[in-house]
């Protein structure tokens, strides 16, 4: 695939490297990749960062066909620049694609484009710590027209954005509100998929429980209202008698590259894994009988979570005294030295810019 690279002429200034925050600054530069039918994929390129021109009637704006992805380059020890497992990104993407009904961009094009995108704006690698540039790719249907079929036209881009250190003040643990009444996906619908339909679903639960002092909400399944499902937009470990157990991937879940490394992990460290569904009854059981260990939540942005308290009902239950488990930290400590080339890159995870 050849792209075509338009650089900018007019350099943003940078923004303060001890105040990045998450998602509010962005690169100079954008990839952009056109979809129609009969041409297929076309006309990759790299331009400056700009507004898209978007017809009002367009698909995305009224039935959110829409798909997007989420993942990091990360500036190492080193002074090198590597994406981690940027390939399980693309062919997440390239899956979830076939349940939107939009035509994938094939893997190898969508990692091409990702590893230009990121040499073209290399410098805004962030080099503090934990700090990143967080990547997203997304897709989105561009076709004018209002009836409601798969839009005939699409645009995949890629804006990058400065993120700084999740946890500035050290690793906190959270407190959580076990939602009872809204859910974020029933199986069969998009939760599989990191659809932006998905996060809009889940803002009103969110909002309301941070009204009440809790940084986000658990997600119980949505037939029951029983099975704990996700954290925030997090996957979930919970440590139960030295066994780690996350649900299991039944379509309501979003498979997230991170929980995948964990178990990988965690399995390699000789900790029993188990993937299964798991009650909000059985926590609260465990938590009574003193055999809950730890609670975290886990995805790119964060890496981990560590769950401090869970409010269920008029319950408040303290989790490892509101403090981050050992667990928590040594996976932490070790998914954040192989991205930042501190501890070795045994399995392959890294892709480096070059
Ligand atoms: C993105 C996401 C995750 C985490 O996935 P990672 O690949 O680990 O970043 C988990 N749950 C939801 C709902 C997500 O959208």
């Known amino acids: 695939m050849d792209i075509s690279i338009r650089r900018t002429t007019q350099k943003k200034p940078r923004p303060p490297a001890s105040d990045l925050g998450w998602g509010q600054y962005f690169t100079d530069h954008m990839f952009l990749m056109d979809y ?24 995305v704006l009224h039935y959110a066909q829409e ?13 090198k620049v590597r994406l981690f497992r940027p390939d399980r990104h693309c062919a997440r993407l390239a899956e979830g694609s ?37 990547l997203r790719p997304t897709l989105i249907g561009t076709e004018p027209f209002l009836g409601v079929r798969p839009s ?8 990058g954005s400065p993120v700084g250190a999740y946890y500035a003040e050290g ?10 009444e809204c859910v974020r996906a029933a199986r069969g619908g998009l939760g599989a998929v990191k659809a932006g339909a998905n996060y809009a679903a889940s803002l009103y639960a969110a909002e309301r429980a941070k009204k009440h002092g809790y940084s986000q909400v658990l997600w119980l399944d949505a037939a029951e209202h029983k099975y704990l499902e996700e954290v925030g937009t997090m996957n979930l470990f919970v440590g139960i008698d030295g066994t780690f157990i996350t649900p299991p991937l039944e379509g309501s879940i979003l498979e997230g590259v991170t929980r995948n490394s964990i178990i990988t992990l965690l399995r ?6 188990v993937e299964r569904r798991l009650s909000i009854d059985e926590i609260q059981e465990a938590h009574t009988q003193g055999r809950l260990n730890e609670i975290f939540g886990c995805g790119t942005g964060a890496v981990i ?43 392959g995870w890294l892709v480096p810019i070059d």
């Open 67 to 79: 798909l997007f992805d989420g993942f990091k380059a990360i500036r190492g020890e080193d002074d």
């Open 98 to 134: 076939v349940r939107m009904c939009i035509p994938p961009v094939p893997t190898d094009a969508m990692l091409q484009a990702v590893l230009e995108f990121v040499r073209v704006d290399q410098d805004w690698v962030p080099s503090q710590r934990n700090a990143a540039l967080y």
């Open 36 to 59: 129609e039918p009969g041409r297929g994929w076309h006309n990759p390129r790299i331009e400056p960062y700009g507004p898209l021109t978007i017809d009002p009637a367009a698909a």
């Open 171 to 180: 690793f906190n643990p959270v407190s959580i509100w076990v939602e009872q």
């Open 305 to 347: 979570s560590p769950v401090g308290e869970l409010g269920h009902k008029d319950k408040r239950l303290s989790i490892n005294d509101r403090k981050p488990g050992p667990v928590s930290q040594r996976v932490f400590e070790e998914l954040t030295g192989i991205q930042q080339a501190r501890i070795p890159d045994t399995r």
């Open 152 to 159: 005939r036209t699409y645009t995949f881009f890629i804006i």
């Open 268 to 273: 390699d460290w000789n900790y029993e894994v």
